[in-house]
């Protein structure tokens, strides 16, 4: 742990140092979790994931970031009666287990809310009959649609923050029709985020929920055929390295008119080590994290990461650097899309003074650059090998 001075909190108290048992510790936002705690404060970690790929690098015994304070539980919670005992060794609960990549909404439905309700139930209701606090991973994708995006193309109201600004307190959930099986991911996590809050009311669960707008960064999800499925579809930032990586167009669909915040996983992970460090002020609290000073397009994303990757890689960007696909096509039936995400930003701001930091630009490029040091070597191999006859 860096520093052996006397940490304190947002209200000048000391912090104790506690026990979280992180659940999903194994992902993209649960590495960087672990990294943070283990280097900059003296809180433990009980690690539950399927997968330990991420977070190799902390549990070696010679790692310099505290793998004494990590202990690495390989499980799912689906099925496995050691959960009730790890919630009771810690005193806080972080819950980012999930299926969360868009390609599994339409195409996987029951799987998406199995994993996104049914497998968080237990773990809400130990939390409560233990009285352990709870942080439950949610998501913006619960705003759904704006309520701007209802209005005519050319309503002067679409200009009107009122319309498509997203807050916790104040903003309706906008789904699609069921048929729409996109909207299975929300409606799950919509509904856990209503039993949490269910429990604080009426059992007095202590608890945080989190709503994660487009955090994005290295080790998000994986490069299909280099670290996960040939056809896997993950999400935009790693569909997107893929194709520069292997210099293919990036695929634009439905035109890449949809509008997304993006924030970097640094500067969210720094709000939720608050939420951990300052449970007064986050207790009972639903909280957007995002950057709403990062709006781009799809399409404009594309063409930035084309721009970042040409700088960081030093190879000239390809002539036509994208395509059109349609979602059909790219997701199969059933998929939709949210239009827009704007986080409101007041909540956050007024409990725990935090606000991101990095630039869209700042944050490709340092993202980018992991992505053609980790990968490019692997794909020039993969793409050289003789195919099998
Ligand atoms: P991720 O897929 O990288 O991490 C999820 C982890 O949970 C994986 O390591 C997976 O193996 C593990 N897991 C899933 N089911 C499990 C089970 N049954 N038992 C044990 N482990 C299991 O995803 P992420 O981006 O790190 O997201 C974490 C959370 O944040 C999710 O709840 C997601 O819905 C939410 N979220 C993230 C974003 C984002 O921008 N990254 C946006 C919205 C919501
Ligand atoms: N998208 C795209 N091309 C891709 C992957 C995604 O145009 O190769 C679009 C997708 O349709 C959505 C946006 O990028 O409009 C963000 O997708 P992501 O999978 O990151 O998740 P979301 O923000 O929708 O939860």
């Known amino acids: 742990m860096a520093g052996a001075?006397?940490?304190?909190?947002?209200?000048?108290?000391?912090?104790?140092?506690?026990?979280?048992?992180?659940i999903g510790a194994g992902g993209f936002i649960g590495s960087h979790l672990c990294e943070k705690i283990l280097l900059e404060t003296p809180h433990k970690i009980l690690a539950l994931d399927v997968y330990n790929d991420k977070i190799k690098h902390l549990l070696e015994p010679e790692s310099q970031t505290?793998?004494?304070?990590?202990?690495?539980?390989?499980?799912?919670?689906?099925?496995?009666?050691?959960?009730?005992?790890?919630?009771?060794?810690?005193?806080?609960?972080?819950?980012?287990a999930a299926i969360c990549t868009p390609a599994d909404y339409n195409t996987r439905p029951l799987d998406t809310i199995y994993s996104n309700f049914i497998d968080a139930l237990p773990v809400v209701k130990y939390c409560s009959e233990n009285n352990k606090r709870l942080i439950h991973f949610s998501t913006c994708e619960v705003y759904g649609k704006t309520i701007g995006s209802f209005l005519p193309k050319d309503s002067p109201l679409r200009q009107d923050p009122a319309y498509y600004v997203l807050k916790e307190d104040a903003s309706p959930c906008i789904f699609g029709s069921i048929e729409k099986q996109r909207w299975s991911y929300a409606c799950a996590k919509q509904l856990i985020e209503r039993l949490i809050y269910a429990e604080g009311a009426e059992n007095g669960l202590e608890f945080t929920i989190v709503r994660p707008f487009n955090w994005i960064g290295p080790r998000m999800d994986f490069i299909?055929?280099?670290?996960?499925?040939?056809?896997?579809?993950?999400?935009?930032?790693?569909?997107?390295?893929?194709?520069?990586l292997r210099r293919q167009p990036l695929k634009l669909v439905d035109g890449g008119q949809s509008q997304r915040t993006?924030?970097?996983?640094?500067?969210?992970?720094?709000?939720?080590?608050?939420?951990i460090e300052n449970p007064a002020r986050a207790n009972g609290h639903i909280f957007n994290v995002g950057n709403p000073h990062n709006e781009v397009t799809v399409r404009?994303?594309?063409?930035?990461?084309?721009?970042?990757?040409?700088?960081?890689?030093?190879?000239a960007a390809l002539e036509e650097p994208t395509v059109d696909v349609s979602s059909k096509e790219f997701y199969g039936?059933?998929?939709?899309?949210?239009?827009?995400?704007?986080?409101?930003?007041?909540?956050?701001?007024?409990?725990?003074g935090w606000n991101p930091k990095t630039s869209l630009w700042d944050l490709l490029e340092s993202t980018l650059t992991y992505q053609h040091r980790t990968y490019a070597e692997a794909i020039k191999q993969a793409v050289a090998k003789p195919v099998a006859s």
């Not at 001075?5 to 992180?22: E, F, N, Q």
């Not at 993006?262 to 939420?275: G, P, Q, T």
């Not at 039936?333 to 725990?352: A, F, V």
């Open 262 to 275: 993006f924030i970097y996983i640094k500067d969210a992970i720094e709000a939720v080590l608050l939420m």
């Open 333 to 352: 039936e059933g998929y939709d899309d949210s239009d827009k995400r704007i986080p409101d930003m007041t909540i956050i701001n007024q409990q725990l």
């Open 5 to 22: 001075s006397v940490r304190l909190d947002l209200d000048g108290r000391p912090i104790k140092p506690v026990t979280i048992c992180m």
């Open 300 to 315: 404009q994303l594309a063409e930035m990461m084309t721009e970042v990757y040409a700088k960081v890689s030093g190879e």
């Open 66 to 96: 505290g793998a004494d304070r990590i202990q690495f539980h390989r499980l799912n919670i689906k099925h496995d009666s050691r959960l009730e005992g790890l919630i009771k060794m810690a005193d806080l609960t972080i819950n980012l």
């Open 224 to 244: 299909p055929g280099i670290d996960g499925p040939s056809e896997g579809v993950p999400r935009v930032l790693a569909c997107f390295s893929n194709n520069l």
